[in-house]
């Protein structure tokens, strides 16, 4: 079980992970759109597709990130100090431009469930800020000497994907209300927004004072 990070870590992981799946972005209006136009069902399966890609991304920096450790501790120091830089920058986009939310209900012939799954697998695994989150995110919670870095990678990345589930299904199953709700509701967007920024500030100041040390 050396693939288990520390509780602390686990914890503080969890936290981050939540925030991240309670936060508007490309995949929930995805889903949400497909749901209020084609069903709930379509919907789940683009859920499926993200997942997918979310499983890739992690693949790839887990593999990535083992060779880095190993070829130069220096470079994986510089790494997780532009990474921290990089959440920084994300907590203060957060605070001056806030959440995008909007959906429209397209009508249109009803995909098949392959498509609707590759829809979401290719929208998450192409997305650019997806790719650049995923490769200076993880490595936040590993440190160069761990032995077993590649392990707790890859069952960081499948946790991300368990924590943001039940989110997911339930903005599938409610996407009719939430979508409206949301909407409605720019103050929420706005607090999420707060809560983002102040929770990534503090990821970034953890990283940069330990490693001044």
Not at 18 to 27: C, V
Request: charged fraction near 10%; aromatic fraction near 12%.
């Amino acid at each position: 079980m050396d693939f288990l990070p520390s509780l602390a870590t686990l914890l503080a992981f969890t936290a981050a992970g939540l925030l991240l799946a309670l936060t508007p972005g490309p995949d929930m209006t995805l889903s949400i759109g497909r749901a209020l136009a084609q069903g709930r069902r379509p919907a789940l399966f683009v859920v499926l597709g993200t997942s997918l890609g979310v499983v890739c991304h992690t693949l790839l920096v887990a593999f990535g990130i083992s060779a880095l450790i190993t070829a130069s501790p220096a470079a994986f120091f510089i790494l997780k100090t532009g990474g921290a830089a990089y959440l920084l920058w994300l907590a203060i986009q957060a605070i001056r431009f806030g959440s995008s939310f909007s959906v429209e209900k397209v009508e249109g012939t009803k995909s098949s469930t392959l498509a609707n799954v590759a829809t979401g697998f290719w929208v998450n695994i192409l997305n650019p800020k997806v790719i650049i989150f995923f490769m200076t995110f993880l490595p936040q919670f590993v440190t160069a000497g761990d032995p077993s870095v590649t392990g707790k990678l890859i069952f960081l990345g499948i946790y991300f994907i368990v924590i943001g589930m039940p989110v997911n299904l339930i903005v599938v199953l409610a996407a009719d209300w939430l979508a409206g709700w949301l909407q409605a509701n720019p103050k929420v967007l706005r607090g999420i927004d707060y809560t983002f920024a102040g929770v990534f500030s503090i990821f970034a100041a953890k990283i940069f004072f330990t490693q001044a040390r």
